[in-house]
């Protein structure tokens, strides 16, 4: 028995997530960790030369913080071959192999990847590495613990607080990639948007489950089949986690969303959606009511 639009996507998004499981286990606390014991090292020199933590982090960054976003942009160059597997799995006409360039293109200009998926310098992976939050958080301490004579047991503990974070509140890198994860939902709403284009698929089947903090705006549209024109709709809603500029087809539900559009031929969108009705000029339409 072939494989409906449901499984292949779910095969998709499964394979996204294990991309992003992956990454969890090397950015927020892994970084943190590594970050807080090359600290510690040299702990009495940071808290006399409080100048050193910025060296140090800038050492840190080079040797650790680059090489795991360069996995990030592998990871994110893994997406074409999985949206064009999906693709193939529907059947078609279309020569999915030969937009493969295009969809790799897309995602080395919009991120600022060579060939490998290394951030280039200048380019939006990169600036994850070189964002000054965590530099003027580390100096800022490190400034003011001198200043207030802070003994060395309460700067060890004070230091370890500001890089890992307490139980309300994520650490330095979890803090500065907690939108990192949406980097491949997003990316894959895209790729799914431009292959259904060349393919004249208009319709989309909103996918990926529903968890106990599901917003009621994916509530209401998971498992179902729309219309490019109907999410594009979306727009004029007002709705909790709605990013502002919003862009329906790329952000869906908002922030954190796991859903995702999958692109549907007309046969299968109209024995999903019966109300679905195909035109002369092959365009899908609903049924007047």
């Not at 948007?193 to 994916?218: D, H, N, W």
């Amino acid at each position: 028995m072939p494989d409906t639009p449901q499984d292949l996507a779910r095969r998709r998004l499964a394979a996204i997530e294990a991309l992003q499981e992956q990454i969890r286990t090397l950015v927020g606390p892994n970084l943190e960790r590594e970050l807080l014991e090359g600290l510690l090292s040299r702990l009495q020199q940071v808290m006399n030369e409080p100048a050193l933590l910025a060296s140090l982090l800038d050492e840190f960054t080079q040797a650790v913080h680059l090489p795991v976003l360069s996995f990030v942009g592998q990871a994110l160059l893994e997406l074409p071959s999985l949206t064009l597997a999906y693709f193939a799995g529907l059947g078609g006409a279309t020569d999915y192999a030969a937009l493969r360039a295009p969809l790799r293109d897309y995602l080395q200009t919009v991120f600022g990847l060579d060939a490998a998926g290394t951030p280039l310098p200048g380019g939006l992976l990169y600036t994850y590495a070189g964002d000054q939050r965590i530099k003027r958080a580390l100096l800022s301490y490190g400034y003011r613990a001198l200043t207030s004579g802070t003994g060395l047991v309460e700067y060890r503990a004070g230091l370890t607080q500001l890089i890992t974070g307490g139980a309300d509140s994520g650490g330095l890198y979890t803090r500065l990639h907690e939108r990192a994860y949406d980097l491949f939902n997003e990316s894959d709403r895209v790729l799914q948007g431009m292959v259904a284009e060349q393919a004249g698929f208009t319709a989309f089947l909103y996918l990926g489950g529903l968890i106990k903090t599901s917003r009621p705006f994916c509530r209401a549209r998971n498992g179902r089949v729309w219309l490019r024109n109907e999410i594009a709709a979306w727009k004029r809603l007002e709705f909790s986690g709605k990013p502002d500029p919003y862009e329906p087809m790329v952000q869906l539900g908002g922030y954190s969303c796991r859903h995702a559009l999958n692109a549907l031929p007309n046969d299968i969108a109209m024995q999903l959606r019966p109300e679905l009705r195909e035109g002369p000029d092959g365009r899908l339409t609903l049924t007047p009511a």
